[in-house]
């Protein structure tokens, strides 16, 4: 009789406590669950995505200057599963390095300020799996000039500004990231940088393939073809870089292109973004670095108007009517003190034989009976 009813008040106790373990098991779990138990469907994005701003910083590469400056992100609206977007830069661009030109010959020289910004929108997927983009905007660039390369002094240095607008595609998942982009030059997109050089901005049309060999480390290699400054910089290039974060919204890169214009570029560059979201939980803050979610937010990327300059052609003007005949080598050209002239003149004879005096002097607004004025 004893027995049996201690048997029983064991077998009662036994029962109770594996209720109240039951009980307590779900409330330990989701307090030590970390980002794990709050799933990407959970992610809250009016909380995720918020204006962050900070510095970024290059060095010259293939037709970009070195440079530094500020910008920042804001979200002009965040829907349930996406959102609209402004992007904005303010670089300050530094003289190139001495002996090393970053348009090929002429060294540019310093300081300007350049811009760059960008509408776009961004979504999410069903399972939020891959994030999608579309942006678009306008850069500028103004720029001066130095001596060329070799050390020679290049007489009557001008400075240069530069425009363009730009187009990009984005898509990125877990461990892939694409991006497709397009930098078209408007306005006068070559001018004269001295005596014996043009400048031109290229065209630049490009797609870059990352993967995230680590949450820290992350890879990507690009292809692009470039054209412009009078048909010198025209081919294919490839490109490579290697990014890692350092900390959180702290990362540095190293990129290395090449092609036939610039040759072989190595630049480095540096970015930190200080957020809004500091005071957020810290299982919030594992969650929200889920690569899907962290790229609605990041800045956009390939905004430099590139630069290329050269010596090889002209455009020539009908003297008496103004109108585009014809980009010509300035090898054949007159020369004065073996340093090639802007203000050089080319005679032809027409096709009534008679002697038409041409002149090279892209910079030129108006024709006259004697050739082209100074610009």
């Known amino acids: 009789m004893h027995r049996s009813l201690r048997l029983s008040l064991s077998l009662s106790g036994v029962a109770a406590l594996a209720l109240a373990n039951g009980a307590l098991l779900p409330a330990i779990a989701q307090e030590a669950g970390g980002a794990e138990d709050l799933g990407v469907m959970e992610i809250n994005l009016k909380d995720a995505v918020q204006f962050n701003w900070g510095f970024q910083g290059a060095l010259q590469g293939a037709g970009t200057p070195n440079q530094a400056g500020i910008g920042g992100f804001l979200p002009l609206s965040v829907g349930e599963n996406s959102v609209f977007f402004a992007d904005v830069l303010l670089n300050a661009n530094f003289a190139d390095y001495g ?4 348009i090929v010959n002429t060294e540019v020289a310093g300081t300007t300020i350049s ?21 678009g905007g306008y850069d500028s660039r103004p720029m001066n000039t130095g001596n ?3 050390g020679v002094t290049l007489y009557d ?22 991006n497709a982009y397009a930098l078209i030059p408007v306005g006068d997109t070559e001018q004269q940088l001295n005596r014996a050089f043009q400048g ?33 910089a025209d081919g294919s290039g490839v490109q490579v870089e290697l990014d890692y974060q350092i900390a959180y919204g702290l990362t540095a890169g190293i990129n290395v292109s090449y092609d036939e214009a610039f040759e072989t570029r190595v630049s480095g560059n540096i970015e930190y973004r200080f957020g809004s979201n500091s005071s957020a939980a810290e299982t919030k803050k594992k969650a929200w670095q889920k690569p899907t979610i962290q790229a609605l937010s990041e800045s956009v990327k390939n905004r430099n108007i590139r630069v290329h300059d050269a010596a090889g052609s002209c ?28 203000g050089a003149s080319l005679e032809i004879i027409n096709a009534d034989g008679q002697v038409v005096k041409l002149h090279c002097s892209p910079g030129a607004k108006d024709a006259t009976a004697n050739g082209w004025e100074p610009a």
């Open 99 to 102: 002996g090393n030109s970053s």
């Open 115 to 135: 811009t760059s910004s960008r509408l776009g929108y961004r979504w999410l997927n069903s399972d939020r799996s891959w994030m999608y983009g579309v942006n």
């Open 148 to 150: 060329a390369e070799t």
């Open 157 to 178: 240095k001008e400075s240069a500004f530069f425009q363009q607008i730009a187009a990009g595609l984005e898509a990125v998942s877990d461990s892939w990231n694409f």
């Open 200 to 232: 031109g901005a290229l065209d630049t049309y490009g797609l870059d393939v990352g993967y995230a060999i680590t949450p820290e480390w992350d890879a990507s290699i690009g292809y692009y073809y470039q054209s412009g400054d009078l048909g010198e």
């Open 315 to 342: 455009k020539v003007f009908d003297p008496r009517n103004g109108k585009f005949i014809n980009s010509v080598p300035q090898s054949q050209f007159q020369f004065m003190d073996e340093i090639i002239n802007p």
